[in-house]
């Protein structure tokens, strides 16, 4: 089974940056898509970025795009989420998720527990 975990949430102000790491451990495939969903307070999740295995194929969620920025390293099993020009209504609880297969679409088998990532105005 793999094992998800989100670092590098925080408080920042509108305007700034962030970067999310998502180290994955155990039972790790190197054709797993890669995703970032967020949840805000009385929010159903949402889905905002997915990267491919080989890292060339990228989907955003359109208030996103432009912003964000999701890349991943497979030798350090690490999936990121480069976090720029941030505005208050991206402050969420971010999880990053795994799935087997070739497509983005479709349920995610793999979730982290989330890290905080609150933008003041």
């Known amino acids: 089974q793999v094992q998800l975990v989100e670092s590098g949430g925080g408080l920042v102000q509108a305007g700034g940056s962030l970067r999310l790491s998502c180290a994955a451990s155990?039972?790790?495939?190197?054709?797993?898509?890669m995703a970032w969903f967020r949840q805000a307070p009385g929010k159903e999740r949402e889905f905002v970025a997915a990267?491919?295995?080989?890292?060339?194929?990228?989907y955003y969620t359109d208030p996103v795009k432009g912003r964000f920025t999701i890349s991943r390293d497979n030798a350090k099993n690490t999936v990121y989420l480069q976090m720029n020009s941030l505005r208050p209504e991206d402050t969420a609880v971010y999880y990053c998720?795994?799935?087997?297969?070739?497509?983005?679409?479709?349920?995610?088998?793999?979730w982290g527990q989330g890290t905080q990532v609150t933008v003041s105005s």
């Open positions: 990267v491919s295995w080989g890292g060339t194929n990228r």
């Open positions: 155990g039972r790790t495939f190197t054709n797993y898509f």
């Open positions: 998720a795994a799935r087997s297969g070739s497509v983005p679409k479709g349920p995610y088998d793999y």
